[in-house]
């Protein structure tokens, strides 16, 4: 597999502050590879050095095969980039600004095709200024995407969408990884990363604390599970049920929660102890830790602030 993206030793300074502390990573062609961390963790830095933003202190990138730092207009038109907020002009239409924007670059999706992409065909002919904050990030992302990129920055690209427009973006997302096209994304929407990327890179305090695929990043933190049920009313002692858990177990009113490391042994006897003295548990519900826990955990032992 070829490689898109390769850091070694990567360190940005301002002033006294070491915004990024001799990182390294690489990213394979084809890959999502999502970036997190808390404010000040030194996503935004690493991510303006790989586009050619930003000057490094010391340390190698390439990207694409090119130094990023000395990266001409022929590596700029291999590489898309969707900001947080792009400020394009409110007053043309929607279909004004790809038009626009597209002449930057040597090779270009067609203007139809990506009203399409990001599902503003409906919206073609109106300005700017009349679209949603929504609608206009889908214009964001439409720029980041309209030199048709080998390689493709995601700078929060669903703030702003409702929970449908986000999903359908993550499609499109997927797709184009499919086509074989290099993603980077930075997100603070946990259940984002853990759906589109391949791989997960954590920093804090301009350093790697972290790195993996979500399956490998919860497999290495505390393996704990939380059973959460509803006890009726029941005359039954408790300790019965509380006594033989080996998990942590928390309670309010009739609502229980189990964190144990062993939630097959807890659960079987949960389960048997309600069979036993013949109630129904309500919401019983078995949840493994999710990616958004692990990274807090991460965060938290870093001594960054999340």
Partial sequence: MTTAIEVSNLTKTYGDFRAVDGISFSVEEGEVLAILGPNGAGKSTTVEVLEGHRVRDSGRVEVLGVDPGTGDRRFRDRIGIVLQSAGVDTEFTVREVLELYGFAYSRRRGVDELLALVELEEKADERVASLSGGQQRRIDLALGLI???ELIFLDEPTTGFDPAARRRSWDLISNLTSLGRTVVLTTHYLDEAEHLADRVLVLAGGRIVAEGTPAELRASADASTTIRFDLPTVDAPLSGLLDPLSGTVTGRDRAVEIVTS?????????????????????????????????????????????
């Fill in 147 to 149: 030199g048709d990129p």
């Fill in 262 to 306: 062993a939630p097959t042994a807890d659960l079987a006897h949960i389960t048997a102890w309600a069979i036993d003295v013949g109630i129904e548990l309500g919401g019983l519900s078995v949840a493994s830790r999710d990616l958004e826990s692990v990274y807090l955990q991460l965060v938290a032992e870093s001594g960054a602030d999340s």
